[in-house]
Every structure is written in C-alpha cells, then in structure tokens.
T-cell receptor, first 114, second 111 residues
Framework: DVKVTQSSRYLVKRTGEKVFLECVQDMDHENMFWYRQDPGLGLRLIYF???????EKGDIPEGYSVSREKKERFSLILESASTNQTSMYLCANSPRGTGGETQYFGPGTRLLVL | GEDVEQSLFLSVREGDSSVINCTYTDSSSTYLYWYKQEPGAGLQLLTYIFSNMDMKQDQRLTVLLNKKDKHLSLRIADTQTGDSAIYFCAEKVRGYQKVTFGTGTKLQVIP
C-alpha cells in the first residue's frame, strides 16, 4: 500500500519559533508539493519540487522555505512562525509526466501558532 | 494563470442525487480532476477527465464537461451518508506539473 506520511498530525507552536514539517513518500515519485488549506480558500500551493535539491515557488511562498535533500523527503520550514500561518498543511506527490498524473496526499498537519 | 471556482456548500437527502459544480479558466489542453477529502484526512482522487472528453462515468459518479462554458460537474447518484465530505475540483494543464485546486464544496448528506 502506497504511503505518504507527515511528521505530525497536530502541532502547537509559539510566534517566532522555527517550525519544521516533514513529508515522506515511498512511491519513488519525482514531484512533491506543499499546500496549505484554509476554509473558503481551498488548497493553495506554497512550494513544489520536481527533483532532489530543486524547488519552485508556488502561489504563496512568503514566510516559508523548503528543503529536498533526498527524493523521498520534502520539508517545509517556517522560519519565524506567525499567527497567520495557523492552518492545515498538506503534502502531496506525483510522478513526473505530461499527462493526467494523480497527486497523492498525506493526512495533513494541523498547525496552531499562538 | 488558472483559476478554479466552486460553491462552498451543498446539502442533499440520502438517496437523492448530488451535483457539484466547478468552473475553470484555462483554455489549453487540460486535465480536470475531482478529489474527495473526508474529515481529518488528506485528499483522495475520485476521477478525472481530459478536456477532449464530454463525459465520464464510474459507478455512481458521472463527470460532465462543458468546454464552451468551461464548466465541470460531478454527479453522485444515490447519495449516501458516507459521501459526506469536501469535494475539490482541480485543473492541470498538459505538459505542466502544477495542479490548481478550487475552494472545495462541502457536501452534507441528511439521513
């Protein structure tokens, strides 16, 4: 059974803390994505990576950075957490291709910044 | 850039049909997806259609595409309480890796 795991289901942090969210996939897929999900706004792409050490900004990269040192692992970093980063964070991955490749999602991390 | 829009909420009675609507903006060769998100979980693909198709049926699910109006719909026949979830429409332009998601429609099924 294919798996996408995220390091935490729930996380509580304080304003100004550095926060690491980890995502691991066992599907050997090239593409990995980080989204945040907010009510009424749907999923918004923060960053994605199409290969090891490669990254591309999504629609809302401000306040975030990412790291992809290994193919199976994609980390999202909040350099200095703020209350407006309270959200559900979803990791996804897909094979590289030009057709209708599916994205496979992790269960999400609900982050609360106090 | 791509923009995908959905209504936020739909309520139906168990056994009725549900129709969830979506509009998209890109006019290129496009894949259009429906994903389902159950409470506390990530998204799971239900079905997808390429923009050269008009319709796709898979058991209780029917996807209809109106290319002229850039309108996509998902019909769920005989809706069950287990269908209660958030349904996301999404768009992927052929040749690109990025997917654009809509706001999601929360489907409530009343027993």
């Amino acid at each position: 059974d294919v798996k996408v795991t995220q390091s935490s289901r729930y996380l509580v942090k304080r304003t100004g803390e550095k926060v690491f969210l980890e995502c691991v996939q066992d599907m050997d897929h090239e593409n990995m994505f980080w989204y945040r999900q907010d009510p009424g706004l749907g999923l918004r792409l923060i960053y994605f990576s199409y290969d090891v050490k490669m990254k591309e900004k999504g629609d809302i990269p401000e306040g975030y950075s990412v790291s992809r040192e290994k193919k199976e692992r994609f980390s999202l970093i909040l350099e200095s957490a703020s209350t407006n980063q309270t959200s559900m964070y979803l990791c996804a991955n897909s094979p590289r291709g030009t057709g209708g490749e599916t994205q496979y999602f992790g269960p999400g991390t609900r982050l609360l910044v106090l | 850039g791509e923009d995908v829009e959905q209504s936020l909420f739909l309520s139906v009675r168990e056994g009725d049909s549900s129709v969830i609507n979506c509009t998209y903006t890109d006019s290129s060769s496009t894949y259009l997806y429906w994903y389902k998100q159950e409470p506390g979980a990530g998204l799971q693909l239900l079905t997808y259609i390429f923009s050269n198709m008009d319709m796709k049926q898979d058991q209780r699910l029917t996807v209809l595409l109106n290319k002229k109006d850039k309108h996509l719909s998902l019909r769920i026949a005989d809706t069950q309480t287990g269908d209660s979830a958030i349904y996301f429409c999404a768009e992927k332009v052929r040749g690109y890796q990025k997917v654009t998601f809509g706001t999601g429609t929360k489907l409530q099924v009343i027993p």
